[in-house]
């Protein structure tokens, strides 16, 4: 691990980033360069002292963990990614394959949405980051680990998860969720996460097996998504999607069209706060 480089390229990293690329209000006494020490830490989850000391050269050494938290809030490009990581004494990850490192490009859209949900998500189903009017409407999901963060797997493993669409809907869903994950296979091959969660899948019970062997592909969940909230009920919402294609991740954003009710539920939405993720 070198302190001294490591120290220097969080420094310039954090000076280089100003207020309005992470969705922050500049203020008014802003003197110093880029964005304050407790503003990245708060994006990169993690406490101002600990910051503070791997800025400073006499932090500990950053796990895997928390130096993806620290490339994500820092909205590192993958290149930038791995020096990070070298830095830290560790080996870069892998690039070949699935990716949660977010696209700068998409974060950098994700930041400027306030007032509505928008999330960025894998091939696989896998919210990577959300904000807040997101969390509200699909509870938080980065609770999730292992192959319960896969949309499908929570599909057809967990009867919660569905509860975010009316039952009408149900059996359409599960089938896009399935020609999804067949897609996903395709991509990633043997031996990757997509074929964990189908050989899991497949000893799970008859319902995924008897879709599975449909062998469908193509299907979409479509422009607009007609979900069940807790708080506020039945609402119809616009998806639209930004892709990565590098990386294999989309930023799902979701609007109601003005003036509707639609439109006032998800309004209220924002105020409601978060509830257990659902879907």
Known sequence: MDRTQLADFLRTRREALQPEDVGLPRGARRRAPGLRREEV???CDMSVDYW???EQGRGPQPSDQMLTAVARGLRLTLAERDHLFRLAGHHAPERVGRSEHVAPGL???LDRLHDTPAQVMTDLGETLVQ???AVALFGDASRLTGLDRVAAYRWFTDPASRRIYPERDHALRGRVFVAELRTALARQGAGSRAEQAVTALLASGEEFARV????EVGLVHGPTKCLVHPEVGELTLECQ????AEQSQVLLVLT???GTPDDDKLRLLTTLGRHPVDA
């Open 41 to 43: 830490a708060l994006l």
């Open 52 to 54: 503070s000391r791997l």
């Open 107 to 109: 974060m950098r859209v």
């Open 131 to 133: 904000n807040d009017a």
């Open 212 to 215: 599975w062997a449909d062998h």
């Open 241 to 244: 999607k930004l892709l990565d």
């Open 256 to 258: 109601a069209v003005p």
